[in-house]
T-cell receptor, first 115, second 114 residues
Framework: AQSVAQPEDQVNVAEGNPLTVKCTYSVSGNPYLFWYVQYPNRGLQFLLKYITGDNLVKGSYGFEAEFNKSQTSFHLKKPSALVSDSALYFCAVRAPGGATNKLIFGTGTLLAVQP | KAGVTQTPRYLIKTRGQQVTLSCSPISGHRSVSWYQQTPGQGLQFLFEYFSETQRNKGNFPGRFSGRQFSNSRSEMNVSTLELGDSALYLC?????????????FGPGTRLLVL
């Protein structure tokens, strides 16, 4: 069965410091991986995705993610955090193939960036 | 291009009532998926529609149903509401539901069941 784990409920980082939000996955075959961000009382906003190719994926708002097949991880990173990055971050996986568009989400990680 | 829109944004219902939520996908998108978000269960897949056909269904009781119209707009219905149905219901659309397509989410409908 497919699954996604976000081991940290909350990540605290000072503004200007690098941030990492962790995600590991379990899926048969090559995974399609996504990161979304959710601000209070809003829907999910797409940040980036990994389908194939370069293991370092660049996305919106200066975020990037590193795909590591051997560690089955897809950690979200940003070199310099902003207070406005404070939000809830979700990692999601979709197994390739099959007639379905279903995403499996992690439990979310609350990112708090202190000024 | 306009994003995914959902109506209404907020709803208050009482137990036993039924509710219908609406979702208009991004223009040209034919796949619409619905998710339920609660503090306890997180984000859970409800169902997906493509070309007016339900393509996949999550593990929810039959009280949860949906449909898609020829213009790709989708509705979901919850009958005999229970307190536990209180949640944020999110709709997402993509072009055709292909493997590597991005799903774009609407702002959600927040349902409170009293």
């Amino acid at each position: 069965a497919q699954s996604v784990a976000q081991p940290e409920d909350q990540v605290n980082v000072a503004e200007g410091n690098p941030l990492t939000v962790k995600c590991t996955y379990s899926v048969s075959g090559n995974p399609y991986l996504f990161w979304y961000v959710q601000y209070p009382n809003r829907g999910l906003q797409f940040l980036l995705k990994y389908i194939t190719g370069d293991n370092l994926v660049k996305g919106s708002y200066g975020f990037e993610a590193e795909f590591n097949k051997s560690q089955t991880s897809f950690h979200l990173k940003k070199p310099s955090a902003l207070v406005s990055d404070s939000a809830l971050y979700f990692c999601a996986v979709r197994a390739p193939g099959g007639a379905t568009n279903k995403l499996i989400f992690g439990t979310g990680t609350l990112l708090a960036v202190q000024p | 291009k306009a994003g995914v829109t959902q109506t209404p944004r907020y709803l208050i219902k009482t137990r036993g009532q039924q509710v219908t939520l609406s979702c208009s996908p991004i223009s040209g998108h034919r796949s619409v998926s619905w998710y339920q978000q609660t503090p306890g269960q997180g984000l859970q897949f409800l169902f997906e529609y493509f070309s007016e056909t339900q393509r996949n269904k999550g593990n929810f009781p039959g009280r949860f149903s949906g449909r898609q119209f020829s213009n790709s707009r989708s509705e979901m219905n919850v009958s005999t509401l229970e307190l536990g149905d209180s949640a944020l219901y999110l709709c997402a659309s993509s072009l055709a539901g292909g493997d590597f397509e991005t799903q774009y989410f609407g702002p959600g409908t927040r349902l409170l069941v009293l």
